[in-house]
T-cell receptor
Framework: NAGVTQTPKFQVLKTGQSMTLQCAQD?????MSWYRQDPGMGLRLIHY???????DQGEVPNGYNVSRSTTEDFPLRLLSAAPSQTSVYFC?????????????FGNGTRLTVT | AQKVTQAQTEISVVEKEDVTLDCVYE???????LFWYKQPPSGELVFLIR??????QNEISGRYSWNFQKSTSSFNFTITASQVVDSAVYFC????????????????FGKGTKLSVKP
Protein backbone atom coordinates (compact mmCIF):
# COMPACT_ATOMS: atom_id res chain seq x y z
CA ASN A 1 0.00 0.00 0.00
CA ALA A 2 1.98 3.02 -1.29
CA GLY A 3 -0.03 5.90 0.27
CA VAL A 4 1.44 9.25 -0.83
CA THR A 5 4.49 9.04 -3.07
CA GLN A 6 6.73 12.01 -3.72
CA THR A 7 9.53 12.21 -6.25
CA PRO A 8 12.34 13.08 -6.30
CA LYS A 9 13.62 12.77 -2.72
CA PHE A 10 16.45 15.23 -3.32
CA GLN A 11 16.99 17.91 -5.95
CA VAL A 12 19.55 20.64 -6.55
CA LEU A 13 18.65 23.48 -8.90
CA LYS A 14 20.39 26.58 -10.11
CA THR A 15 18.66 29.92 -9.75
CA GLY A 16 16.24 30.44 -12.62
CA GLN A 17 15.74 26.79 -13.47
CA SER A 18 12.28 25.27 -13.41
CA MET A 19 11.19 21.87 -12.23
CA THR A 20 8.19 19.82 -11.16
CA LEU A 21 7.84 17.98 -7.88
CA GLN A 22 5.65 14.96 -8.34
CA CYS A 23 3.02 13.74 -5.90
CA ALA A 24 0.72 10.76 -6.31
CA GLN A 25 -1.67 9.04 -3.92
CA ASP A 26 -3.47 5.75 -4.30
CA UNK A 27 -6.12 6.19 -1.58
CA UNK A 28 -8.70 7.94 -3.77
CA UNK A 29 -8.50 11.04 -1.56
CA UNK A 30 -10.23 14.15 -2.85
CA UNK A 31 -8.11 16.60 -0.87
CA MET A 32 -4.42 17.14 -1.63
CA SER A 33 -2.00 19.85 -0.59
CA TRP A 34 1.60 21.00 -0.66
CA TYR A 35 3.47 22.33 2.36
CA ARG A 36 6.98 23.62 2.73
CA GLN A 37 9.00 23.16 5.91
CA ASP A 38 11.71 25.62 6.84
CA PRO A 39 13.74 25.72 10.08
CA GLY A 40 11.85 27.59 12.77
CA MET A 41 8.85 28.18 10.49
CA GLY A 42 6.90 24.96 10.84
CA LEU A 43 4.81 23.79 7.90
CA ARG A 44 3.34 26.42 5.61
CA LEU A 45 0.66 25.71 3.05
CA ILE A 46 1.57 26.48 -0.56
CA HIS A 47 -1.40 25.25 -2.62
CA TYR A 48 -4.24 22.86 -2.13
CA UNK A 49 -6.90 21.05 -4.12
CA UNK A 50 -10.32 19.77 -3.06
CA UNK A 51 -10.78 17.63 -6.15
CA UNK A 52 -9.78 17.11 -9.77
CA UNK A 53 -9.85 20.39 -11.67
CA UNK A 54 -9.99 22.54 -8.51
CA UNK A 55 -6.96 24.24 -6.96
CA ASP A 56 -6.45 27.21 -4.68
CA GLN A 57 -3.69 29.17 -3.00
CA GLY A 58 -2.45 28.70 0.51
CA GLU A 59 -0.31 30.92 2.69
CA VAL A 60 2.84 31.05 0.50
CA PRO A 61 1.87 30.47 -3.16
CA ASN A 62 4.22 32.88 -4.93
CA GLY A 63 6.66 31.21 -7.30
CA TYR A 64 4.70 27.96 -7.42
CA ASN A 65 2.08 26.56 -9.74
CA VAL A 66 -0.17 23.50 -9.40
CA SER A 67 -2.72 21.59 -11.40
CA ARG A 68 -5.01 18.67 -10.62
CA SER A 69 -6.01 16.82 -13.76
CA THR A 70 -6.65 13.53 -11.95
CA THR A 71 -7.64 12.54 -8.42
CA GLU A 72 -4.33 10.72 -7.97
CA ASP A 73 -1.78 13.34 -9.01
CA PHE A 74 -0.97 16.81 -7.73
CA PRO A 75 2.33 18.11 -9.15
CA LEU A 76 4.00 21.28 -7.84
CA ARG A 77 5.87 23.40 -10.39
CA LEU A 78 8.61 25.85 -9.59
CA LEU A 79 8.52 28.37 -12.40
CA SER A 80 11.91 30.05 -11.88
CA ALA A 81 13.75 28.70 -8.86
CA ALA A 82 15.14 31.13 -6.29
CA PRO A 83 17.39 30.47 -3.27
CA SER A 84 14.42 31.38 -1.02
CA GLN A 85 12.72 28.24 -2.29
CA THR A 86 15.35 26.03 -0.69
CA SER A 87 13.21 23.94 1.62
CA VAL A 88 11.72 20.54 2.33
CA TYR A 89 8.45 20.05 0.49
CA PHE A 90 5.69 17.75 1.69
CA CYS A 91 2.68 16.59 -0.24
CA UNK A 92 -0.35 15.47 1.74
CA UNK A 93 -3.77 14.02 1.09
CA UNK A 94 -6.86 13.27 3.11
CA UNK A 95 -10.25 11.69 2.86
CA UNK A 96 -12.89 14.40 2.53
CA UNK A 97 -11.81 17.88 3.50
CA UNK A 98 -8.32 18.85 4.51
CA UNK A 99 -9.40 20.28 7.87
CA UNK A 100 -11.51 17.42 9.21
CA UNK A 101 -9.56 14.25 8.50
CA UNK A 102 -5.96 13.37 9.32
CA UNK A 103 -3.49 14.25 6.60
CA UNK A 104 -1.40 11.48 5.04
CA PHE A 105 2.02 12.86 4.15
CA GLY A 106 4.60 11.82 1.60
CA ASN A 107 8.21 11.41 2.70
CA GLY A 108 9.23 14.83 1.45
CA THR A 109 11.45 16.33 -1.23
CA ARG A 110 14.55 18.21 -0.11
CA LEU A 111 15.21 21.00 -2.59
CA THR A 112 18.34 23.15 -2.69
CA VAL A 113 18.53 26.17 -4.98
CA THR A 114 21.99 27.60 -5.53
CA ALA B 1 -7.07 34.87 11.73
CA GLN B 2 -6.14 31.33 12.66
CA LYS B 3 -2.94 30.96 14.60
CA VAL B 4 -1.12 28.19 16.43
CA THR B 5 1.60 29.00 18.93
CA GLN B 6 4.05 26.44 20.21
CA ALA B 7 6.17 28.59 22.47
CA GLN B 8 8.66 25.86 23.33
CA THR B 9 11.16 25.66 20.51
CA GLU B 10 13.26 22.88 22.02
CA ILE B 11 12.92 20.70 25.09
CA SER B 12 15.50 18.30 26.44
CA VAL B 13 14.68 15.68 29.06
CA VAL B 14 16.23 12.55 30.47
CA GLU B 15 14.58 9.24 29.81
CA LYS B 16 11.66 8.40 32.14
CA GLU B 17 10.89 12.04 32.83
CA ASP B 18 7.40 13.34 32.06
CA VAL B 19 7.21 16.17 29.55
CA THR B 20 4.41 18.47 28.39
CA LEU B 21 4.36 20.17 25.02
CA ASP B 22 2.26 23.32 24.94
CA CYS B 23 -0.06 24.41 22.15
CA VAL B 24 -2.13 27.60 22.21
CA TYR B 25 -4.44 28.53 19.36
CA GLU B 26 -6.53 31.41 18.06
CA UNK B 27 -9.54 30.86 15.84
CA UNK B 28 -12.54 32.71 14.49
CA UNK B 29 -14.49 29.47 13.94
CA UNK B 30 -17.05 28.16 16.42
CA UNK B 31 -16.41 24.60 15.30
CA UNK B 32 -12.84 23.54 14.76
CA UNK B 33 -10.44 20.64 14.96
CA LEU B 34 -7.05 20.31 16.57
CA PHE B 35 -4.34 17.84 15.66
CA TRP B 36 -0.94 16.69 16.80
CA TYR B 37 1.68 15.27 14.43
CA LYS B 38 5.07 13.73 15.14
CA GLN B 39 8.15 14.09 12.91
CA PRO B 40 10.92 11.71 14.01
CA PRO B 41 14.52 12.24 12.85
CA SER B 42 13.80 10.14 9.76
CA GLY B 43 11.62 13.02 8.55
CA GLU B 44 8.19 11.57 7.91
CA LEU B 45 5.12 13.19 9.46
CA VAL B 46 2.91 10.92 11.53
CA PHE B 47 -0.61 11.71 12.71
CA LEU B 48 -1.12 11.28 16.48
CA ILE B 49 -4.54 12.63 17.42
CA ARG B 50 -7.51 14.71 16.29
CA UNK B 51 -9.90 16.49 18.64
CA UNK B 52 -12.98 18.53 17.77
CA UNK B 53 -14.01 21.65 19.64
CA UNK B 54 -17.10 20.06 21.17
CA UNK B 55 -15.18 17.35 22.94
CA UNK B 56 -13.22 18.64 25.92
CA GLN B 57 -12.57 15.27 27.47
CA ASN B 58 -8.93 14.50 28.01
CA GLU B 59 -7.59 11.60 26.02
CA ILE B 60 -5.01 9.01 26.99
CA SER B 61 -3.27 6.58 24.68
CA GLY B 62 -0.60 4.57 26.42
CA ARG B 63 2.10 7.00 27.59
CA TYR B 64 0.53 9.87 25.62
CA SER B 65 -2.21 12.14 26.92
CA TRP B 66 -3.83 15.29 25.64
CA ASN B 67 -5.44 18.08 27.64
CA PHE B 68 -7.88 20.24 25.66
CA GLN B 69 -9.09 23.40 27.44
CA LYS B 70 -11.34 25.70 25.46
CA SER B 71 -11.28 28.34 28.21
CA THR B 72 -7.56 28.88 27.69
CA SER B 73 -7.48 27.91 23.98
CA SER B 74 -4.92 25.24 24.67
CA PHE B 75 -4.36 21.68 23.53
CA ASN B 76 -1.35 20.39 25.42
CA PHE B 77 0.37 17.06 24.90
CA THR B 78 2.01 15.11 27.72
CA ILE B 79 4.37 12.18 27.37
CA THR B 80 4.69 10.14 30.54
CA ALA B 81 7.90 8.24 31.26
CA SER B 82 9.57 9.51 28.09
CA GLN B 83 11.74 7.22 26.00
CA VAL B 84 14.52 7.88 23.52
CA VAL B 85 12.15 6.88 20.71
CA ASP B 86 9.98 9.87 21.60
CA SER B 87 12.72 12.18 20.32
CA ALA B 88 11.10 14.08 17.46
CA VAL B 89 9.63 17.38 16.39
CA TYR B 90 5.99 17.63 17.41
CA PHE B 91 3.55 19.85 15.55
CA CYS B 92 0.19 21.11 16.73
CA UNK B 93 -2.29 22.04 13.97
CA UNK B 94 -5.63 23.84 13.79
CA UNK B 95 -8.36 23.58 11.17
CA UNK B 96 -9.15 26.62 9.06
CA UNK B 97 -12.49 26.64 7.29
CA UNK B 98 -12.28 28.02 3.75
CA UNK B 99 -15.96 28.34 2.83
CA UNK B 100 -19.13 29.47 4.57
CA UNK B 101 -20.66 26.02 4.72
CA UNK B 102 -17.61 24.67 6.51
CA UNK B 103 -17.14 21.79 4.12
CA UNK B 104 -13.71 22.87 2.90
CA UNK B 105 -10.66 23.79 4.84
CA UNK B 106 -7.00 23.33 5.54
CA UNK B 107 -4.68 22.83 8.49
CA UNK B 108 -2.58 25.60 9.99
CA PHE B 109 0.51 24.29 11.73
CA GLY B 110 2.50 25.65 14.62
CA LYS B 111 6.25 26.01 14.31
CA GLY B 112 6.87 22.78 16.17
CA THR B 113 8.65 21.73 19.36
CA LYS B 114 11.79 19.67 19.11
CA LEU B 115 11.92 17.11 21.90
CA SER B 116 15.19 15.40 22.73
CA VAL B 117 15.08 12.50 25.15
CA LYS B 118 18.49 11.51 26.44
CA PRO B 119 19.24 8.05 27.85
Amino acid sequence: NAGVTQTPKFQVLKTGQSMTLQCAQDMNHEYMSWYRQDPGMGLRLIHYSVGAGITDQGEVPNGYNVSRSTTEDFPLRLLSAAPSQTSVYFCASSYGSGHLSPLHFGNGTRLTVT
Amino acid sequence: AQKVTQAQTEISVVEKEDVTLDCVYETRDTTYYLFWYKQPPSGELVFLIRRNSFDEQNEISGRYSWNFQKSTSSFNFTITASQVVDSAVYFCALSEIMNYGGSQGNLIFGKGTKLSVKP
